[in-house]
């Protein structure tokens, strides 16, 4: 005989269960032009059923991370991932790699996996909206200049972009990060720090070409970097949104952060259904 107090208190479980319902997968997929298996991490919604097809994600992981940090360290990823009904895909960019195609050491292909190797294996595995109407991507610290970068260098693969606390202009930085080990030394090879820093590519844009969303903490060392590319996309005329609040390159605020990027990308998908 079940009492009122057990049903309560399997109501409630269920109810739990159902809040954090969204599975996560950890999948090996296959890098051809680094000839290796790279893992990565996958969140279904709880609505994934059916023969409904979901529009995806790319979540990037910041220098020293992994394809596991995003479900390690931010707990409430999955209700944010059932709350928008997208899927999210959190790729390994390595140790350090920048999301480069690094010139200087072959093993580093990371535009080449992420933006076009991993999406389309993604679009291969999951009912995934196979356009860039259906594709975004964002990412924090150097996730969040490969997020950028990405998007601006493949604008027929993403349709929307976004940056937490991003390294969005390397140049100042020529000893950190092991940026220099992906481009040759500042000092040396000054041509490819300039043609690959994410605030010296808003040509690439026109008016539109992308839905942007830039967030960055005050107290931040990648502020006054994200600062200056809202000016220059302010005096280019590229429509874009720009969070900066108090807070510094923490998990705290990533945490907070992510959310407001998945709200965002969700509304920009709604904007693409017909009707």
């Known amino acids: 005989m079940i009492t009122l107090r057990t049903f309560f208190l399997l109501s409630f479980c269920l109810m739990i269960g159902r809040v954090q319902a969204a ?5 090996d997929t296959y890098s051809a032009s680094m000839k290796k298996t790279i893992k990565a991490v996958v969140v279904t919604p ?13 979540l990037l992981h910041g220098y020293s991370g992994n394809y596991a940090d995003w479900v390690k360290k931010a707990p409430a990823l999955g209700k944010t991932v059932d709350a928008n009904n997208v899927i999210v895909v959190c790729p ?29 294996w993604v679009d291969s595995h999951y009912r995934t909206i196979k356009s860039r109407q259906g594709r ?3 990412g924090l610290s150097m996730g969040g200049h490969g997020a950028l970068y990405l998007a601006f260098r493949h604008q027929d693969v993403f349709g929307a972009a976004g940056s937490m606390s991003g390294g969005v202009d390397i140049r ?7 940026i220099a080990k992906r481009l040759g030394t500042y000092a040396q090879q000054p041509e490819r720090w300039e043609q690959n ?34 000016e220059k996309m302010l005096e280019r005329n590229i429509a874009h949104d720009y969070i900066a609040r108090p ?22 998908f709604d904007k693409q259904k017909p009707g």
């Open 46 to 58: 709880d609505s994934y059923t059916g023969d409904r097809e979901f529009p995806v994600v790319y």
């Open 172 to 178: 100042p930085f020529p000893n950190n990060w092991d």
């Open 197 to 230: 820093t994410v605030i010296n590519l808003l040509h690439l844009l026109t008016p539109g070409s992308l839905t942007l969303l830039i967030d960055c903490g005050t107290d931040d060392f990648f502020f006054r970097v994200n600062n200056n590319l809202h």
């Open 92 to 120: 390994d960019g390595n140790f350090g790699s920048w999301y480069f195609d690094s010139p200087v050491d072959p093993s580093f292909r990371y535009e080449t996996y992420v933006a076009s190797e991993l999406v389309a």
């Open 136 to 138: 975004a991507i964002t």
């Open 23 to 27: 599975k996560v997968d950890t999948v």
């Open 247 to 268: 807070g510094a390159h923490n998990w705290a605020y990533w945490n907070n952060a992510v959310t407001y990027q998945l709200l965002f990308m969700r509304q920009f």
